[in-house]
Nanobody
Framework: VQLQASGGGVVQGGGSLRLSCVASGRTSSSPVMGWFRQVPGKEREFVAAIRWPGSSRVYADSVKGRFTISRDNAKNTVYLQMSTLKVEDTAVYYC????????????????????WGQGTLVTVSS
């Protein structure tokens, strides 16, 4: 499975962005897809994940109510709609896919994901 993330950019605080992640290859083997983010000097941080079928979603507390993850299986694409962006949302955002059907409590763990995209930079200015 190859993942290609896009949609990052520079936005003012309070603005919105939508990230996209297109999956190619054996996409049918990736029931869980997620978004993580990382800033220099810090560990990669869970943002959101979605499981298919069933569309179970989990969000980090820091983005709950502001970010929405969705998945279009026909397009092999997962989206992260980000609204009311804050300066602290600035990071490189990575999409990831897991081959196993994780339970929701496992969505947040980096090691549970088998494939990673290249990352897309989101910069929120004050």
């Amino acid at each position: 499975v190859q993942l290609q993330a896009s949609g990052g950019g520079v936005v003012q605080g309070g603005g919105s962005l939508r990230l996209s992640c297109v999956a190619s290859g054996r996409t049918s083997s990736s029931p869980v897809m997620g978004w993580f983010r990382q800033v220099p000097g810090k560990e990669r941080e869970f943002v959101a994940a979605i499981r298919w079928p069933g569309s179970s979603r989990v969000y980090a507390d820091s983005v709950k109510g502001r970010f929405t993850i969705s998945r279009d299986n026909a397009k092999n694409t997962v989206y992260l709609q980000m609204s009311t962006l804050k300066v602290e949302d600035t990071a490189v955002y990575y999409c990831a896919a897991a081959e196993r059907s994780l339970i929701t409590s496992q969505f947040r763990i980096v090691a549970n994901y088998d494939y990673w995209g290249q990352g897309t930079l989101v910069t929120v200015s004050s």
